[in-house]
């Protein structure tokens, strides 16, 4: 019988190791991105590692997305911990959520495009 346990992990170590996706593991950070005036949102985990990575990676082919560009209204923390910060930062945006500001307008309330914008999490 441990044999048969021995190989039936042995056969599964390789698949569940070749599912989990590079650069997207560990804790992650939930961030929902909001168009207000179309009534568009969509949730995407970005890893709590520090990292910048560029919204068009996460938003790029969603619901907010219009003729290559990305555009929204606001931003909000969906699920995090307690040390979360993120900050987006492009040339139409810099922000910052953590615990205490879990939601914000981008600019005030305008549609934003968020095309050349970074996202980075730290301290999940």
Known sequence: MRHINLTLFGLTLP??????EPGRTGRTVTIQ????????NINEA?????KK???RDYWGHS????GGRIYATSAQL???????????EGSHVDTQLDSRKT???LAGGPVVD?????????GS
Not at 46 to 50: F, H, S
Not at 114 to 122: F, G, K, N, P, Y
């Open 103 to 105: 939601w914000t307008f």
């Open 114 to 122: 968020l095309s050349d914008a970074t996202v980075s999490c730290r």
């Open 78 to 88: 969906t699920a995090f911990q307690q040390s979360t910060v993120c900050i987006i």
């Open 46 to 50: 970005i890893p709590g590692n520090g």
């Open 33 to 40: 991105l909001a168009n207000d005036q179309s009534g568009a």
């Open 53 to 55: 990575y560029g919204v």
């Open 63 to 66: 619901v907010l997305s219009e």
């Open 15 to 20: 698949f569940v190791s070749a599912s989990a």
